[in-house]
């Protein structure tokens, strides 16, 4: 099996990667660097493309750079996991689960940040 040399990323579409707003966060980084490398032909990935043509058209290039705190970031992305589990911390497919972390630990971390329990 021959050897692929691993491609460079322009000083430009690197940019583009820093400065969009990741709605899917790293899940959705990582899918478009798996598709970038795909679907590159050359030895320079094409970042452009992938961001702006999406097919799922949920993303968007963000328009301002805006940097939150580590404990709204959290609280965020508990929240967002509480939504999707319409309130469940713990069993098959609750929020702790989902964020990879043991359901007394989400309960520590939501009292902590002063997240309500019944979402």
């Not at 911390?89 to 972390?101: D, V």
């Amino acid at each position: 099996m021959g050897r692929r040399t691993v491609p460079s990323l322009s000083d430009h579409d690197m940019q583009l990667l820093v400065n969009y707003d990741w709605p899917g966060n790293v899940r959705e980084l990582q899918n478009i660097i798996e598709r970038a490398l795909i679907l590159s032909k050359g030895d320079a990935l094409e970042i452009a493309p992938l961001l702006f043509n999406s097919t799922d058209n949920k993303t968007t290039p963000s328009r301002e750079e805006r940097v939150v705190g580590l404990n709204e970031c959290m609280s965020n992305n508990i929240l967002s996991a509480l939504k999707k589990t319409n309130g469940r911390i713990n069993g098959p497919n609750g929020a702790a689960e989902l964020l990879r972390i043991h359901p007394n630990t989400l309960r520590y971390k939501m009292k902590k940040l002063g997240l309500n329990t019944h979402i």
